[in-house]
């Protein structure tokens, strides 16, 4: 609960329980999938360790939450 109020709920306006719902549901996808946890050694929990990260190429940003938080990758 810690991590999703400072991470996310305390740079927004939530506007009611609908909107709550769709801001928690995003945050959880990022945070499942992207955000690196240093428990983890820096991977995300649903992180597949045969997948290949390419090392080159441009990297491109991903805005979550309306740009509350960014994501970076590599660009296929």
Not at 5 to 30: P, Q
Not at 52 to 64: A, D, N
Request: hydrophobic share 30%; glycine share 8%; charged share 30%.
């Amino acid at each position: 609960m810690r991590t999703v109020h400072a991470e996310c709920t305390d740079h927004m306006l939530i506007y009611g329980e609908r909107h709550l719902r769709s801001v928690l549901n995003e945050y959880l996808d990022h945070y499942n999938g992207h955000r690196p946890h240093q428990a983890r050694g820096q991977r995300p929990p649903d992180h597949d360790e045969h997948v290949v990260v390419p090392m080159e190429g441009r990297i491109e940003c991903q805005r979550i939450l309306g740009g509350a938080i960014n994501e970076y990758r590599r660009a296929a």
